[in-house]
């Protein structure tokens, strides 16, 4: 066993934010590293997931996951090296996925930590491709939409770690079209030039989106994968055909506001199109899991699904990180790389 540190670094929540989250409500904290205890890891991560339904645990709110806990750290996705064992089937050496992100040394319950292969994938695509926001694209709309070949598919937040999956992933079943929307024009080009879509167009420049879409989609649409809410919810329900499905997923646009947003203005068409608006969470799919990793690493292996990471270095970084999230600021999937 090596000697371990005494120090490490974590961020804590220490206020609620009101609105956009600030540097005042977090702080960057030194703890104790100690020796693990019966049953449990220590994990020194490397890398770990800023995502965006952590904007809602920052709430004080009941919710389908508790809140973060003022002067306590916060936690999430993370991949790292096992340091110390008091565990059976966990070596000084293995690399794990658990939840504990946020922080540099981790304690970890065994029974919580995943073994990773190297092999298959790097580390860091645990975290996206092959980890929640994977699950989540993966479940949302081959469960959750019922997508079937021949379906012409809408994703918002399409350059994102789950919207670029969805799309991929549509296009490999199958799609007649895949349209995406994103937040910049060279997100734009990576969708159609990189993952294949057959449309896509940038929702802060081109227009109202219900006007970009329906030109995107002159047919109409079937499926939605909603990551975003507000108008881009409201447009697809304008261009939905006859009993098209929509994945509720996320709703970016509306995690700041200080008000309440208004529903879409366009909600009785739900009823003579006899529209499914579905509302997902990952943790409702994990039975998929096996199918899952087997689908997307053959995927991977074979060219056909492609993914980008936005990495940002240092454990100090990871509150920006997180504010460059929210601002859209990543392609792919949002990651910390601890040095």
């Known amino acids: 066993m090596t000697a371990l540190p005494a120090s490490g670094r974590e961020w804590h929540l220490v206020a609620r934010p009101h609105g956009w989250p600030k540097a005042e409500d977090v702080a960057l904290r030194e703890v104790p590293v100690t020796e693990p205890g019966e049953g449990r890891i220590l994990v020194r991560n490397k890398h770990f997931s800023v995502d965006p339904y952590m904007r809602g645990r920052m709430n004080d709110v009941k919710s389908y996951t508790?809140?973060?806990k003022l002067d306590h750290p916060m936690d999430g996705g993370a991949v790292g090296e096992v340091v110390a064992s008091n565990a059976d089937g966990f070596a000084v050496g293995d690399h794990v996925l658990h939840g504990l992100g946020w922080r540099e040394y981790a304690h970890v319950p065994a029974r919580y930590a995943v073994k990773?292969?190297?092999?298959?994938a790097p580390r860091s695509a645990y975290l996206g491709v092959l980890g929640m926001p994977g699950l989540t694209a993966y479940a949302g709309l081959f469960e959750v939409a019922?997508?079937?070949?021949?379906?012409?598919?809408?994703?918002?937040?399409?350059a994102g770690a789950v919207g670029s999956q969805v799309g991929q992933l549509a296009r490999i079943k199958g799609a007649s079209r895949v349209i995406g929307s994103a937040g910049s024009?060279?997100?734009?080009k990576l969708l159609v030039e990189e993952y294949g879509f057959d449309a896509a167009f940038n929702y802060k420049t081109g227009g109202s989106v219900k006007e970009q879409l329906k030109k995107a989609a002159?047919?109409?649409?079937d499926v939605y994968f909603d990551n975003?809410?507000?108008?881009?919810?409201?447009?697809?329900?304008?261009?939905?055909?006859?009993?098209?499905r929509a994945t509720i997923c996320g709703m970016i646009s509306q995690y700041n506001s200080t008000e309440a947003a208004p529903a879409p203005r366009n909600l009785a068409q739900v009823i003579g199109k006899r529209l499914r608006l579905h509302g997902m969470l990952v943790g409702d799919h994990q039975a998929l899991q096996p199918r899952f990793v087997k689908d997307v690493v053959g995927w991977l292996a074979s060219g056909e699904l492609k993914y980008r990471e936005t990495s940002v270095e240092g454990i100090g970084s990871g509150?920006?990180?997180?504010?460059g999230l929210l601002r859209g600021e990543n392609t792919g999937k949002m990651i910390v790389t601890l040095n």
């Open 319 to 323: 509150f920006d990180a997180f504010l």
């Open 228 to 244: 975003v809410g507000g108008e881009h919810l409201e447009a697809a329900i304008s261009s939905f055909n006859l009993h098209g």
């Open 146 to 158: 019922s997508f079937k070949e021949g379906d012409a598919v809408f994703v918002s937040g399409a």
């Open 116 to 120: 990773v292969d190297a092999s298959l």
């Open 66 to 68: 508790p809140p973060f």
């Open 185 to 188: 024009d060279d997100k734009v």
């Open 218 to 221: 002159p047919d109409g649409i």
